[in-house]
C-alpha cells in the first residue's frame, strides 16, 4: 500500500500529527504496536507545570528542550487545536492554554494540569474547601479514605453499582437505566455540600451526556477524580482522537512489528510489518516517527547501549556516571534527556535519512515528568513535525 | 520477543480493551488470566480455576498489547488445560464437533430447523447448559457445496490445464457460509468471477476454531490436517486461498502455523487473504476495476473482532469508500458478545446479553438503513438486539455492482 505520509506510532503525538495532516487533504496511515500509553492516562493535558503561566515557564525551559523548536506561537495554536477539535467532536476540554490549574488526585493531594476534561473542571478544591465524595462499593484503586485523611469535613456516600471495577462502573453508567437509578439514589442521600467528588467512571461513551444529566437533575456539581489503570479518562481521550482521525480516512494498522525497512538515496522508502502469513509492506513519500519513550518502546537501553527501536537512529545519551550514580526515583533523572536530537525541521540529526521526522516524548531533553509537559509536549511536537513533512512531500 | 509472558510491563491497556472484564465482574480480565497467571502455571502450581473459561477469545487484548504479549493465547492454552483435566459439558461436546452438526443439520434441514424452533427442545436445550431463548441459526440443505457443480470441484490433474497467468481462488467458506447462509456464498463467487477470477471450492471441513475454543486441540488439529492437506494441493497449483468468514480466516492465518506440526501450516498461513484485501490488492495493480452503480445507503459497520485483528485497515470500507452516493460508519470498539459457541451457551447468557445491548446501541446511533459485518454469528447476535436490517458486506458490493438485477 502507498501513502503521502505514514506515521509510526498512535499516541497523542502521532494521532495529533496524522489528523493535521489528513485535513490538508493528503493521504494517512498510522502504525502502531499497540494501543498507547495516553489511554491510561488521567486525561488531562500538562503544558508545562513548573509555573502558574505555562507559556511563560517555558521560557526558562534549557534552550535543547523541543518546546524552543515548536516555539510559544506554535506551542499555543497547535494546543488550540487540539481544544476546538474535541470540542467539535463532544468531548470538551475545559481551562485556559496560558494558565496552570489543579486537580485532586485519588490520594487527597493536587495536581498540577492545564487543560482537563469537563468532567474534571470542578476538581480544583482549595485547603479548605467543604465537599462531598461518592465512592462504590468494593471499588478496586480508589480508597475514598485518603482523600478524607487530608480533607477530613468529607462526607463519604458509597453506592452499590453491582460490580467492582472501574471499567464496569463506567460501562454501567452508559446504560440510561443504572444511571436514572443512580441518580435517584443520589437524591436519596440528601448531600449537603454543592460540589461531588467520585471516581472517574461517568461513562465510557456517554460522559459529557452523564455529567450534563446529572448536574441537571440533582442541582450540583461533580468531578471526576482519575484512578490507577485501567483509566476511564484516558480510554475516552485515545477512543475519541482515534475516531476523529479514523473519521478523517486515516487508515490504521495495528498490531504492527515494524520488522524492516528499505532505505534509498537518503530516503527511506518503505516499512514492512511483520506478521504471521504474509508481511505488509507499506510505502511513503515521508514518515513520522511518534513511537514514544522508554514505557512507549520507542527507545529501548540495554546494558548501557541505547537504542532507537524502529530505525536503529543515532539516540543521544547521558553519560555513565551521570546515569547510574543517582537515585532512579529522583525527580528530573539523567535519562529524561535521552532522545533523538532534531535539527530546526524535525529531522532526526546525523540520521541520513531527508524524509523522516520526529515527534513527540522521543525527543532529547524533553524530560516531559521534570517539566510537566507530556501532552502539551505531544500535540504541539506532533504537528510541528507534521507540517515540517508536509512541506517536504508538497 | 514476540508473545513472551515477560514482556508483561501490567499497563493494563489489554484490560482497558477486554469486553468481558467490562460486563462480568467474575473475570479477571487478560492481564491475571494471562500474563500473571502464567508466572505460576509455570512454576507448577495449578491456579486455572473455572472464570478462565469466561474468556471470549476476541483477542482484543493481543491487539492492544504495545508490548508484544498476546494474552488471548495464553488464556487459551490454560482453557485447554482446564477442558481436559474436566469432563467435557455437553456443550462443549457438541460445539467443537460443529463440524458434523452442521453437515448433518443441512442434510436433514427440514427436520432440524423444526425440531431447533420447537419450546420443548428449546427448554431441553437450556437443560443441557445451552441457550433456549434465542433462536438457532436455520441450515439450508442446498448448502454451497451442494450448489457447485462437479465440474467446478474437479480434481487436481483437471485444474493445471489452466492457463498460468489465470487469477484462481479457492475458495474456504467454513461452516456457516456452507450450511446457513448459501446464499451469500454464491453472491462472493459470482462477485470472483465477475472480476475474471476463477474460482473452486474445494472439499473442506471445519476450520477447527470451535474444537480449539471448546478445548478440543485433538479435533482441531484433526481438521487442521485435512484442510490444509486439501488446500496445500491448490496452493502448489498456483491458486490463493480466500475466506469471507474473518474467524475461520483468523484461524487459518495465525492458528494453523502452530497447531500444525508440519510446514503446510506455513504455506497455507502465507497464501491465505481475506476476500477484500485480495480484490483491494488486483484493483491497486491494475488487474481489475471497480465500476459501481450509486447506493443511497446509510450503514452501520460492526467489525468483527477477528478482523479487526487482522491488524490492516479494514479492507471492505476501503472498497465501499468508491460506491456514490453510499455512507458508512464503523463501529469496532465493541465486541457483540456472541464469540461463536460461546453465545450458545447458557452459562454465558448474562455477559453475551450485556456486550450485545452495548454493541448495538452504538451500531444504531446513525440510524443505519442496514447493518453489516463479515462474521455470521455477529450477524445473529445483533438481530437478537435490533429491528435493522443487518446483512453480509458482500450483498452491499453485489448490489453496487449492479448482479442482483441480473
Redesign the interface.
Known amino acids: 500500500?502507498k501513502y503521502d505520509i505514514v506515521v509510526i506510532g498512535s499516541g497523542m503525538s502521532g494521532l495529533m500529527a496524522s489528523i493535521y495532516l489528513a485535513e490538508q487533504g493528503l493521504n494517512i496511515?498510522v502504525v502502531?504496536?499497540?494501543?498507547?500509553?495516553c489511554?491510561?492516562s488521567s486525561g488531562c493535558i500538562d503544558i508545562a507545570g513548573t509555573g502558574d503561566n505555562t507559556l511563560d515557564s517555558i521560557t526558562n525551559f534549557p534552550h535543547e528542550h523541543p518546546y524552543h523548536k515548536v516555539g510559544k506561537k506554535g506551542i499555543f495554536e497547535s494546543i488550540q487545536y487540539f481544544k476546538d477539535l474535541m470540542e467539535e467532536h463532544g468531548n470538551s476540554y475545559s481551562g485556559d492554554i496560558k494558565k496552570n490549574r489543579t486537580i485532586l488526585t485519588p490520594i487527597g493531594k493536587h495536581r498540577i494540569t492545564s487543560l482537563v476534561p469537563l468532567t474534571m473542571k470542578h476538581a480544583d478544591i482549595s485547603k479548605d474547601e467543604i465537599f462531598h465524595i461518592i465512592s462504590f462499593k468494593g471499588i478496586k484503586d480508589f480508597f475514598p479514605s485518603y482523600v478524607k485523611g487530608i480533607f477530613q469535613n468529607t462526607d463519604i456516600s458509597i453506592f452499590d453499582a453491582?460490580?467492582?471495577?472501574t471499567?464496569?462502573i463506567a460501562?454501567k453508567m452508559?446504560?440510561d437505566n443504572f444511571l436514572s437509578s443512580f441518580i435517584e439514589w443520589i437524591k436519596s442521600q440528601k448531600i449537603k455540600q454543592k460540589k461531588v467528588g467520585l471516581p472517574a467512571v461517568l461513562g465510557?461513551?456517554k460522559s459529557p451526556w452523564i455529567l450534563k444529566k446529572l448536574e441537571l437533575e440533582t442541582g450540583k456539581f461533580f468531578f471526576e477524580i482519575p484512578t490507577l489503570?485501567?483509566?476511564v479518562p484516558?480510554?475516552r481521550l485515545y477512543?475519541r482522537l482515534k475516531g476523529i482521525a479514523?473519521g478523517k480516512g486515516v487508515?490504521?494498522?495495528?498490531?504492527?512489528?515494524i520488522s524492516d525497512f528499505k532505505s534509498e538515496k537518503n530516503k527511506i522508502q518503505y516499512i514492512t510489518?511483520k506478521?504471521?502469513?504474509?508481511p505488509?509492506y507499506i510505502d511513503a513519500k515521508a514518515f513520522i516517527l511518534a513511537t514514544g519513550s522508554f514505557?512507549?518502546?520507542g527507545l529501548f537501553l540495554d546494558k548501557n547501549i541505547f537504542k532507537e527501536t524502529v530505525f536503529n537512529l543515532p539516540v543521544y545519551a547521558p553519560i555513565d556516571e551521570e546515569l547510574f550514580n543517582q537515585d532512579f526515583f529522583k525527580l528530573g533523572h539523567p535519562i529524561e534527556k535521552s532522545g533523538i536530537i532534531i535539527d530546526k525541521d524535525f529531522k532526526a540529526k546525523e540520521s541520513g535519512y531527508n524524509n523522516l521526522f520526529i515527534a513527540g516524548s522521543i525527543l532529547a531533553h524533553s524530560e516531559t515528568m521534570k517539566f510537566q509537559c507530556g501532552h502539551g509536549m505531544a500535540i504541539s511536537t506532533g504537528v510541528a513535525a507534521a507540517k515540517d513533512a508536509q512541506e517536504y512531500i508538497r | 520477543m514476540?508473545g513472551s509472558f515477560e514482556n508483561c510491563?501490567r499497563?493494563?491497556?489489554c484490560?482497558?480493551?477486554c469486553p468481558v472484564?467490562?460486563?462480568n465482574?467474575e473475570y479477571p480480565g487478560p492481564k491475571q488470566a494471562g500474563p500473571d497467571a502464567e508466572r505460576f502455571r509455570l512454576d507448577g502450581i495449578e491456579t486455572v480455576d473455572k472464570w478462565i473459561t469466561h474468556c471470549t477469545q476476541c483477542k482484543r487484548c493481543?491487539?492492544?498489547?504495545?508490548?508484544?504479549v498476546d494474552p488471548s493465547k495464553l488464556i487459551l492454552n490454560a482453557q485447554i488445560r482446564y477442558v481436559s483435566k474436566h469432563r467435557k459439558t455437553l456443550p462443549q461436546l457438541l460445539f467443537s464437533n460443529f463440524h458434523y452438526i452442521a453437515r448433518l443439520g443441512s442434510l436433514f434441514s427440514l427436520i432440524t430447523n423444526f425440531i431447533t424452533s420447537q419450546s420443548l427442545i428449546r427448554k431441553l436445550f437450556k437443560l443441557i447448559g445451552l441457550r433456549g431463548d434465542i433462536p438457532f441459526p436455520k441450515f439450508r440443505f442446498k448448502t454451497l457445496q451442494r450448489f457447485r457443480s462437479k465440474s467446478v470441484r474437479t480434481p487436481i490433474d483437471r485444474i493445471m490445464i489452466n492457463k498460468p497467468k489465470e487469477r484462481k481462488a479457492a475458495f474456504f467458506h467454513g461452516c456457516y457460509l456452507n450450511s446457513n447462509a448459501p446464499d451469500e456464498g454464491r453472491m462472493i463467487i459470482s462477485i470472483l468471477e465477475h472480476f475474471g477470477i476463477k474460482v473452486a471450492v474445494p472439499d473442506q471441513v471445519c476450520c477447527g476454531l470451535p474444537a480449539l475454543g471448546n478445548g478440543d486441540l485433538v479435533k482441531a488439529k484433526r481438521f487442521a490436517k485435512k484442510n490444509s492437506n486439501e488446500f496445500a494441493k491448490f496452493i502448489n497449483e498456483g491458486w490463493d486461498i480466500l475466506y469471507s468468514c474473518t474467524s475461520c480466516g483468523h484461524t487459518l492465518?495465525?492458528d494453523y502455523?502452530e497447531i500444525l506440526d508440519t510446514d503446510e501450516g506455513e504455506l497455507i498461513?502465507?497464501n491465505?487473504w481475506n476476500l477484500y484485501e485480495y480484490l483491494l490488492l488486483l484493483k491497486?495493480e491494475g488487474h481489475i476495476k471497480f465500476d459501481f452503480e450509486p447506493l443511497k445507503k446509510v450503514i452501520s459497520y460492526h467489525i468483527p473482532c477477528h478482523l479487526?485483528?487482522r491488524?490492516?485497515?479494514y479492507p471492505a470500507v476501503?472498497i465501499f469508500k468508491e460506491i456514490p452516493n453510499l455512507k458508512v460508519h464503523?463501529q469496532d470498539?465493541n465486541c457483540c458478545g456472541f464469540s461463536g459457541s460461546y453465545g450458545f451457551k447458557e452459562k454465558n447468557k448474562k455477559t453475551t446479553d450485556a456486550l450485545g445491548?452495548?454493541a448495538v446501541e452504538?451500531l444504531e446511533e446513525h440510524s443505519p438503513d442496514i447493518i453489516i459485518s463479515d462474521c455470521g454469528a455477529c450477524r445473529m447476535q445483533i438481530s437478537n438486539f435490533t429491528d435493522t436490517r443487518i446483512i453480509d458486506p458482500i450483498q452491499v458490493l453485489f448490489d453496487a455492482l449492479g448482479l442482483s438485477g441480473g
Open positions: 500500500m496511515a502502531s504496536r499497540g494501543d498507547p500509553i489511554s491510561v453491582g460490580t467492582h471495577t471499567m464496569g460501562a452508559d446504560n465510557i461513551t489503570p485501567p483509566s484516558g480510554i477512543r479514523g487508515s490504521f494498522y495495528g498490531s504492527a512489528d510489518i506478521k504471521p502469513g504474509r505488509d514505557v512507549s518502546g | 514476540k510491563i499497563c493494563t491497556i484490560v482497558e480493551n472484564y467490562k460486563v465482574p493481543d491487539f492492544a498489547c504495545p508490548y508484544g492465518i495465525y502455523p498461513s502465507k491465505t491497486e479487526r485483528g491488524g490492516v485497515p476501503k464503523i470498539i445491548h452495548i452504538s
